[in-house]
């Protein structure tokens, strides 16, 4: 489908309705065609078919196992427990699981047609919704995973549900399409008739996505620089005096196109609390106006700011808020993009419990670990509130510490593995889907990376670095959901069984890797990390961390900024006389 024509369903589409209805209510339609495939994203689920059938069905003649994705938005990943276990009945019509996302989100897949209507009423009827978890508008706000009752971390869940009201699309395609029209209290102004055009979104919606979250430094859980907006709180005299916003931030590239990169988000300014909310809208529709709505692989924001330059941005922001004061932005630092997992303070009496999610996928296992059974057994009895983290990992909050106990039995019955028996790199690593659902996908991610993280603790443990958080993360291909590019180690599929490989970002997410080979085979992963790992362990300085260490030895202590992450990328190119990521 050429770019051009995305926009014109959007604009066609009488308030992203299309004809989404009639196609949902005719059992004789098994999947929708694809400019209603556009639409349905604005509402949260892609049509997707089973890869691992594609071929034989091909063969047979059959048409594709067709099936849906639907993804629960929350601000900040809260849910509560009640939300949780309908969440989990739901699953039932699904393929059994639950998958957490990289956004603070909930997933389903391998929803039926005959399902999809039932899913999406059922998630907004427990209070949340699948409104703006896809499409080209603000995805899921969030923000700090960690319930710690300070100013800071409280302020910014706040924002995150601010910022997730305003930019709600306001039509009432999705209230007529999925609820027959209900009125639910959370989705109150979205009610604009046929005709009307979205007071933020206009008719054209925005040119690509688009994702903002919060972060209290020093902890940099939710990736702050791979956010199109982020914001940090800064504290004065015990209250949220304001926020400093980065903007243009992106992971996103494709094989083979050299225009499209992976960028960091650089600081915009500092602003009070007061106008947080104005002056985002304010880069939204600056966003909305000025990007490229001619190529989609260059839509993103991130190439607006690159293309006009900060400068540029930050004036047009300014203009379009005359009585906002502005002011430099603060400097911050950060220090990890980890969960805290395991036990913590809350700071107000209570505990919060930190469980890692191997890759994020909520599922039973006759070997154990039972995630689902343990999750929704902890709801059911035990009724603590959950956080989703952005490392797709699971936080129950508000424990009293006389029910402590009780939680870590239910953990250990259904054999979910305590952190501390991980090594330091198995805990922060995680990996996107991929295969067999997601229809971008180049190579397995999800379903191969345990096997591989198992091989690489062998290593660690060789070399006595289990207790070294190496940032490693897998994605299937070049999109980056998993954020491969600012990782220490990132692999990107790029043919079944094949990864690109990038070396040299951070722990603490604020620097971009650069490519280090154009492919590895799966089964040469471990190698190659050994490669690395020894050195490491050989050279490295009294309780140095990868990170440091590579950039005391590779980058001369420096980060790259993206203009050089892009220049030793044609660099690279001219010495080896090739294209890097072309194709082989
Ligand atoms: Fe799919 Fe690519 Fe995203 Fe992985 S990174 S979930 S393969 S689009």
């Known amino acids: ?47 997707q078919d089973d ?93 700090p995973s960690h319930p710690i009752k300070d100013a800071a971390h409280l302020d910014s869940q706040k924002l995150s549900e601010e910022i997730s009201e305003r930019f709600l699309w306001r039509s009432s ?40 979250a919060i972060a209290v430094a020093p902890c940099n859980d939710i990736d702050i620089f791979s956010q199109d907006v982020g914001f940090v709180p800064h504290v004065v005299n015990g209250e949220v005096e304001g926020y400093t916003l980065f903007v243009g931030g992106g992971f996103g590239m494709s094989h083979g196109q050299l225009s499209t990169r992976p960028f960091l988000s650089q600081p915009l300014f500092y602003v009070k609390r007061a106008d947080v909310v104005n002056v985002t809208e304010a880069i939204v529709t600056t966003q909305r106006d000025h990007g490229n709505r001619e190529e989609r692989k260059l839509a993103r924001m991130k190439y607006l700011v690159q293309s006009k330059g900060i400068e540029w941005f930050r004036e047009e922001v300014k203009r379009r808020v005359p009585n906002v004061e502005t002011f430099p932005a603060k400097d911050i630092r950060f220090d990890s993009v980890e969960d805290h997992l395991g036990w913590h303070e809350q700071g107000d009496g209570l505990l919060y419990c930190g469980i890692y999610v191997a890759q994020g996928r909520v599922k039973n296992s006759d070997e154990g670990p039972s995630y689902r059974a343990a999750f929704s057994e902890i709801a059911e009895t035990l009724k603590f509130p959950m956080i989703i983290t952005g490392n797709t990992n699971i936080i129950f909050a508000d424990v009293p ?138 050279n490295r300085s009294a309780g140095e961390i990868f990170s440091d260490f590579w950039g005391r030895t590779r980058v001369n202590g420096e980060a790259p900024t993206p203009e050089q992450f892009h220049i030793e990328f044609a660099e690279r190119e001219a ?5 890097a990521l072309t194709a082989e």
């Open 401 to 538: 510490k006389d029910q402590k106990a009780a939680l870590d039995a239910i953990l250990a019955k259904h054999k979910v593995p305590h952190a501390d028996l991980m090594t330091a790199t198995h805990r922060v690593a995680h990996a996107c889907v991929a295969l067999p659902t997601c229809g971008l996908s180049l190579a397995e991610s999800e379903r191969v990376f345990s096997g591989v993280l198992d091989k690489i603790d062998v290593i660690l443990r060789e070399f006595k670095l289990e207790n070294d958080p190496l940032l490693i993360r897998m994605t299937g291909c070049p999109n980056g959901c998993a954020r491969p590019y600012n990782a220490d180690i990132g692999f990107v599929g790029r043919a079944p069984g094949k990864y690109a490989m990038f070396v040299g970002g951070s722990l603490r997410g604020d620097r971009l890797a650069g490519l280090e080979k154009k492919v590895v085979a799966i089964n040469d992963i471990p190698a190659e990390v050994r490669i690395l790992l020894e050195d490491f362990a050989k």
């Open 1 to 47: 489908m050429s770019k051009a024509s995305v926009e014109d369903i959007k604009i066609a589409s009488q308030g992203l309705r299309g004809d989404i209805l009639s196609n949902l209510n005719d059992p004789s339609v098994t999947h929708f065609e694809e400019s209603e495939n556009v639409l349905l994203k604005f509402h949260g689920t892609y049509q």
């Open 575 to 579: 010495r080896k006389g090739e294209a």
């Open 51 to 143: 890869r691992d059938l594609r071929i034989q069905l091909a063969k047979e003649k059959k048409e594709k196992a067709w099936s849906f994705m639907v993804r629960t938005k929350m601000p900040g990943g809260r849910v509560t427990a009640e939300q949780w276990l309908i969440h989990d009945r739901l699953a039932d019509d699904t393929n059994g699981t639950l998958r957490l996302t990289t956004r603070q989100g909930i997933q389903f897949h391998g929803i039926l047609k005959g399902n999809l209507k039932d899913v999406i009423a059922q998630v907004n009827r427990s209070g949340l919704t699948t409104m703006g978890a896809c499409g080209d508008v603000v995805r899921n706000t969030m923000a």
């Open 173 to 212: 395609s999705y209230a007529d399409i999925w609820l027959d029209g209900e009125k639910l209290e959370t989705l109150t102004d979205c009610t604009q008739p046929v005709g009307a055009e979205d007071p933020i979104y206009g008719k054209l919606y925005l040119p690509r996505k688009f994702k903002m």
